[in-house]
């Protein structure tokens, strides 16, 4: 209403004067107005209509918009939260298990290295022991094959004096008995030394 | 190549020729004042017909008829409702659209920039619905009016004032729900001063409460307004040189204003949310 009085203003202006100076006139024009030009004119049909569509806006805007997308950005930042959250937990359980194997391994190794030190303990043991019984072993056969030698040469011995003595005996009769002439006798003698051999 | 910018410089030049009439018989002051200026007329383009609006709906005593104001904050909802049907459509909770991508990071600014510092954490969701009209209703109304033909609604006093009350009454509403209506009062003056100070104390702390909406309310108007009123002055050197051909001198620079109003309208649409965010926020934590 008002911008339609003004225009009405500004056309007599314009028929009134030169270009140079309508633009006085027309402020001249919004003084006899009331001083305000009318962009800054109180409206309250403005007023009205700014709170009646922005309530409007803020209504609908807020059950079909506003709500399903703040919904979803939450929703989605709760599931990256949790998942940086499971992820953490994650690598900390990995790290706390790995941590435990290591120490399982390292134990195990302890435990692996003292049974493998008992055990050539123990193969030491066994051998010196096996050795030391080899030895005493050795040690018996050897006494008693040296006292079965000695044995078995006094009987040799024995056996050989009696034989010596027995054949001595036969020679020492059969020339006693074949005591004829010098010539027999050689020639028993040899013929005897010949049968002893014989025997022997 | 050659052929292409005689082409477009023939086209531009013919353009200009074929406007200098139209264009030849205004004054400057008529010129921007037209142009800022609601009214039941709407006359985007000059070789349009005029757009005649209802005039004359009143409502007990107030001229309610729809002005070319009304019609762009009319337009402006129905654009935002179209825009925010097809940008909210999601699938497995996120948007299915690049659009909807953008129109969701600056969502997320808003709640995280604007909203969430001055509210906290616990009061934020609450209170996004309204913040986020006021962002998008005000860079909508921002954005269009750099459309030409198009004048800005958010230059238009009446709008920005009425906001302004708005959230004035928001604010001070909020605080009283929040802290209890006689602590939030108790609460906007200072304690343990002497009562003759308080005489002078109450209407500064009084006038800082409405000052706080006042300053809202001009500064959006302020800067459309200017911003507006810079690009039009550009223009309107066509009325004063009684000539189109000056366009030519002066396209570039007016080029180059357009594209600060365009960040001027993410800007100021900030800001204005910005500051109401920061207004509920101290309303409603008056202990810092």
């Not at chain 2, 911003?227 to 000056?246: D, M, N, R, Y």
């Amino acid at each position: 209403m008002s911008s339609e009085l003004n225009g009405q203003v500004y056309a007599q202006a314009s028929a009134a004067g030169s270009s140079e100076t309508h633009s006085e006139v027309a402020v001249a024009g919004h003084e006899e107005k009331g001083g305000l030009p009318p962009f800054l004119r109180f409206d309250p049909g403005v007023w009205i209509w700014t709170m009646i569509v922005f309530l409007g806006l803020l209504f609908i805007l807020r059950k079909m918009a506003w709500k399903p997308i703040l919904a979803s950005i939450d929703e989605r930042e709760k599931t990256i939260k949790e998942s940086l959250d499971q992820a953490a937990r994650i690598q900390e359980e990995s790290k706390r298990i790995s941590e435990e194997q290591n120490k399982i391994l390292a134990a195990a190794r302890t435990e692996a290295h003292a049974l493998i030190q008992s055990s050539r303990q123990a193969a030491e043991d066994i051998r010196r022991k096996l050795e030391q019984a080899a030895q005493e072993e050795k040690a018996r056969i050897l006494a008693s094959a040296h006292t079965e030698i000695e044995a078995s040469k006094r009987a040799a011995i024995a056996e050989l004096r009696r034989t010596t003595a027995d054949l001595s005996i036969q020679i020492a009769e059969k020339l006693i008995r074949a005591n004829l002439d010098d010539a027999k006798q050689r020639a028993l003698v040899d013929q005897l030394i010949t049968e002893v051999n014989g025997k022997a | 190549m050659m052929q292409m910018k005689k082409l477009i410089s023939t086209l531009t030049f013919g353009l200009i020729a074929a406007l200098s009439p139209v264009l030849g018989e205004e004054s400057l002051g008529d010129f921007l004042t037209h142009h800022i200026s609601n009214s039941h007329e709407w006359h985007p383009l000059p070789f349009l017909p005029v757009l005649h609006l209802p005039t004359g709906w009143m409502i007990g005593g107030i001229d309610v008829s729809p002005s070319q104001h009304v019609l762009l904050m009319l337009l402006a909802g129905a654009l935002l409702i179209l825009m925010f049907a097809f940008a909210s459509r999601r699938k497995n909770g996120a948007p299915v659209s690049r659009f909807g991508h953008a129109l969701e990071a600056l969502v997320i600014y808003v709640r995280d920039e604007v909203v969430e510092p001055n509210l906290g954490k616990k009061e934020t969701p609450k209170w996004m619905p309204f913040f986020l009209t006021i962002f998008f209703f005000f860079l909508t109304l921002n954005l269009i009016s750099l459309v030409p033909g198009i004048s800005a609604v958010t230059g238009n006093v009446n709008f920005t004032a009425a906001m302004a009350t708005l959230i004035f009454i928001v604010y001070n509403v909020a605080g009283m729900r929040h802290n209890g209506p006689v602590h939030y009062v108790a609460n906007i003056f200072p304690k343990g001063v002497p009562w003759p100070i308080m005489i002078i104390i109450i209407p500064i702390e009084i006038m800082g409460l409405i000052t706080k909406a006042f300053a809202l309310c001009v500064r959006l108007f302020a800067n459309m307004t200017a911003g507006h009123i810079l690009l039009l002055s550009l223009t309107g050197l066509i009325i004063v040189f009684k000539t189109a051909w000056v366009a030519l001198g002066f396209l570039p620079m007016t080029l180059f204003i357009y594209l600060i109003e365009v960040l001027v309208a993410f800007l100021q649409a900030y800001i204005f949310t910005l500051l109401s965010a920061l207004f509920v926020g101290m309303a409603i934590h008056q202990e810092h």
